[in-house]
């Protein structure tokens, strides 16, 4: 009884925990092949996703847009003279003063748009947590991908870079390609020309473009990248 006891302890000490995988998306090749995985910080793509604060943020970054410079003159801003244009009785016309009134072709207009200012803010707090709750709901809906260091040594030809997309099944989705830094590179330059791309740097990223495409490809630097812009100083895991 005790060693049926004992070798059961035994099995059950054995038993070593299973290693819980972390956050990874597939990373591909020029050939449209998968390579491998990269590993993605939980910090920024396993947040608790926000729909109100993202819904949010999209209204304020639009409003931001907006320039606002829309312009039209009253009466009093029209140049011309201001001279009665017919005297007040007797023609049997209406009255009326000068040729600037708003019923006059070229007079002034009545409740027409003035420069305004459309910007609206937030704090930097719900810009960050809105930036990752983007891309917790594009990690959910495994719609990133990684890209390997093939791309880097590409010619700088569109036709391979669009080959490479419908080897995936993106050469009909909008697609925001992540890049290190925004220069002259062999990928940037195959990339510029393609309709359904969109390029950004890794500090430019925003909520709104992410939501705004199907899919998004980060490479290992851009990746880095994005981790030492909002982990630096911290462990991640």
């Not at 809105?130 to 569109?158: C, P, Q, R, W, Y």
């Amino acid at each position: 009884m005790l060693k049926t006891i004992k070798a059961k302890q035994t099995k059950t000490k054995a038993k070593k925990p299973r290693a819980k995988l972390g956050l990874t998306i597939p990373v591909y090749g020029l050939d449209g092949k998968e390579k491998g995985m990269l590993e993605l910080p939980k910090e920024i793509f396993s947040v608790e996703a926000s729909p109100k604060l993202l819904a949010q943020y999209v209204r304020v970054y639009l409003a931001n847009r907006r320039q606002g410079t829309a312009s039209t003159k009253t009466r009093g801003e029209v140049i011309g003279s201001t001279r009665k244009i017919y005297k007040q009785k007797g023609t049997g016309r209406a009255r009326h003063g000068d040729i600037k009134a708003p019923i006059f072709i070229g007079g002034g207009v009545v409740g027409g748009p003035k420069h305004r200012d459309f910007s609206l803010k937030l704090n930097k707090k719900q810009v960050r947590k809105s930036l990752f709750s983007a891309f917790t709901l594009k990690f959910k809906s495994k719609e990133i991908l990684g890209i390997n260091h093939d791309f880097v040594k590409m010619e700088s030809k569109t036709k391979k870079l669009a080959g490479f997309l419908k080897s995936v099944g993106l050469e009909s989705k909008r697609v925001l390609l992540t890049v290190p830094k925004m220069e002259k590179s062999s990928l940037v330059l195959a990339a510029r020309n393609l309709p359904n791309v969109q390029l950004l740097d890794s500090a430019s990223l925003n909520a709104y473009d992410i939501l705004n495409n199907n899919a998004i490809i980060f490479s290992k630097e851009a990746l880095e990248v994005l981790r030492q812009r909002f982990l630096k100083g911290r462990q991640t895991s």
